[in-house]
């Protein structure tokens, strides 16, 4: 159950997204999360949804892989489609019973949000999918090296951010872990009202703590052992450059900001 979250991990396959530089990723990610926001349009959603898909096939990542990623979210996303559906009010009335009122408004509201929430989930995970994470923290710290000249510490940031990337797996198999050996013991959590699964978590994160700041601890004097101190005086064995690729892919992230744009300003 927990080896099906596949949120933060990296899918290895060779492909031509794959192999495209990380800054061309990290900028499409960004813009199409953006893109999300412009206006609640059929059109809209619908290029956003034809994109997608073809982010999805040319990077050959299994789609039955990028489902498993959004089965531990799907509790959330439900969550929040019944707070509109329920909440949103309109003078189009679908269904009333007691204070129960669902109206057109809100339908829409609900089919709006779940599409744009599941769009959001996948497209930014596929950045995480089709990228190493030494890739995003190079790519990362390639974007934001500007900001040295303000004294930022851009090494340190991408560094964090790697690490982060890189502890979500390692988290996921201790928590299967330690779920197992509970497990092992008579503890069963799918006994029980909410509440009562909830306290049969607690053997479950407080080993879970311990082990995270263990593995931090030791990875902090693995770092220290090697002499690590920053982004100072390092230097890259595979320096980033932009190929003939690349250029081709920012030129269809610009034609696809451009056609949502008109989207949302003429329909």
Known sequence: MIRDITIGQYYNTPSSVHRLDPRVKIVFS??????????????LYMTAGIV????????????????????????????????????????????????????????????YLGLRLIFMIVGSSMMTYTTTPNALTDGLEKML????????????????MAIALRFVPILIEELDKIMKAQMARGIDFKEGNLFVRLRKMMPIIIPLLVSAVRRS????????????????????????????????????????VAGMIVLAVKF
């Open 30 to 43: 960004m813009v199409y999360v953006m893109t999300l926001f412009f206006d609640r349009n059929p059109l």
């Open 52 to 111: 997608l898909g073809a982010y999805i096939w040319l990077s050959k990542v299994p789609v039955k892989f990028i489902l498993k990623g959004l089965q531990s979210l799907w509790p959330i996303i439900v969550f929040t489609l019944l707070i509109n559906l329920f909440s949103v009010k309109g003078l189009d009335v679908l269904f009333e019973w007691g204070v129960i009122r669902i109206t057109a408004a809100g339908v829409a509201s609900a089919v």
């Open 145 to 160: 090296g500007w900001l040295k000249r303000f004294h930022v510490p851009v090494h340190e940031f991408a560094m964090i």
């Open 217 to 256: 601890n030791e990875l902090a004097m693995a770092m220290d052992a090697r002499c690590y101190h920053g982004g100072e005086g390092r230097t890259k064995m595979k320096p980033l450059q932009y190929q003939k690729r690349d250029f081709v892919a920012y030129i269809f992230v610009i034609f696809y």
